[in-house]
């Protein structure tokens, strides 16, 4: 992986992290980092999902896959979020 790649997938991981953190009601514990890399996960997993349904490449803006990546960034902020207050 070149090292445009990774700066892209911090950039996207970052924006689908906090799009992410948007969709969850209230106030998260968690850091921006944590935000970041739950983005990043959510991101290439959600990349997968939609190329594993077949609609990653679609013609224009890949609503379907953006949906998929937020949808797990905010499952996955808000599960992060709920082991951290537990501790």
């Known amino acids: 992986m070149e090292i445009s790649g990774i700066i892209s997938a ?3 991981g970052l924006v689908i992290g906090v799009l992410g953190r948007l969709v ?11 935000t ?3 983005g990043i996960v959510a991101a290439l997993l959600g990349s997968a999902i939609a190329a594993g349904f077949g609609v990653a490449d679609t013609k224009g803006p890949d609503w379907i896959e953006w949906f998929i990546q ?5 499952v996955g902020i808000a ?3 709920r082991s951290r ?3």
């Open 10 to 12: 911090i950039i996207i």
């Open 79 to 81: 599960a992060l979020d």
């Open 70 to 74: 937020i949808a797990l960034a905010a």
């Open 36 to 38: 970041i890399v739950v």
């Open 24 to 34: 969850v009601p209230g106030r998260q514990h968690i850091g921006v980092l944590w």
């Open 85 to 87: 207050v537990r501790r």
